[in-house]
């Protein structure tokens, strides 16, 4: 079986014990599916390291939380004029704080000191005219700063946001003290054999709907999203903490 049709097949089968909130035996798991016959050579390969086998199917969510006690997450994504940290600007910035049950999101246009282009106003759906009346950079990280403290942060491609981010922070006499943990990594180890490990391609994987702009707020909730799924699958019965995985 294709690598992505099993992940897909996978999380249909955690979508559907979560819809039922408790476990689940083989063969009406097999009717979520619409398997006849014998459902158990086909469902058991599938079991991967988020469910737990008993006398039926479960999932591991359900006897230890995410985050792991103890450890607050931070799940960061900008928006940016181009590619290169410098020469581009970040036009938007957004994360999602989660300690314990606690969630705080922040999300902010940034001024640039130039427009963006058409193609990334068509990108983002940020229009020129909206950014002119934002915050610039240095605010909006005066606003965002104290929610990164104490914290691990997440990336989907860390070397890219952290470019603009890193630099941004020290001009202002700050640095990032707390753990890094890129996604894409964590994605590869979970879930081998795919071909490419995009935010919009594990959002096919996982069944994750459709984006038709590339927006802050929404690649930080479809980054938490992939690293909810990756975490299962890596801690498989055995929770820790996410910084001690991206290590």
């Known amino acids: 079986m294709e690598p992505v049709f099993r992940y897909r097949l996978a999380t249909r089968l955690a979508r559907k014990l979560r819809a039922q909130g408790h476990p689940l035996p083989l063969p009406a798991l097999g009717e979520a599916l619409g398997l006849r016959g014998p459902v158990e ?5 599938l079991l ?5 086998l008993a006398e039926g199917v479960g999932l591991w969510e359900w006897r230890y939380p995410f985050p792991h006690p103890g450890e607050s997450l931070v799940f960061l994504d900008l928006e940016t004029t181009g590619l290169a940290p410098g020469l581009h600007e970040v036009i938007e910035l957004a994360l999602v704080r ?31 005219e909206e950014l002119e009346g934002a915050p610039c950079l240095e605010e909006v990280l005066e606003r965002a700063y104290p929610l990164l403290q104490g914290a691990t942060l997440v990336l989907h491609n860390a070397p890219f946001d952290l470019g603009f981010l890193r630099p941004a922070l020290e001009a202002m006499g700050w640095r990032l003290e707390g753990p890094v943990v890129d996604s894409i990594p964590l994605a590869r180890r979970a879930m081998r ?26 690649d930080v909730e479809r980054t938490l999203a992939v690293v909810y799924e ?9 929770p820790r903490p996410l910084r001690d995985l991206g290590r």
């Open 48 to 52: 991967d390291g988020r469910f737990f």
């Open 98 to 128: 989660l300690e314990g049950n606690r969630r705080v999101a922040f999300q902010s246009l940034v001024r640039p000191e130039h427009p963006p282009s058409p193609f990334i106003q068509r990108l983002t759906g940020i229009r020129a």
């Open 193 to 218: 054999g795919l071909k490419r490990y995009g935010l919009d391609a594990l959002s096919q994987v996982l069944e994750l709907p459709q984006r038709r702009e590339h927006r802050a707020l929404d």
């Open 41 to 45: 050579p086909v469902l058991k390969p």
């Open 230 to 238: 990756v975490y299962y699958m890596l801690t498989s019965g055995s």
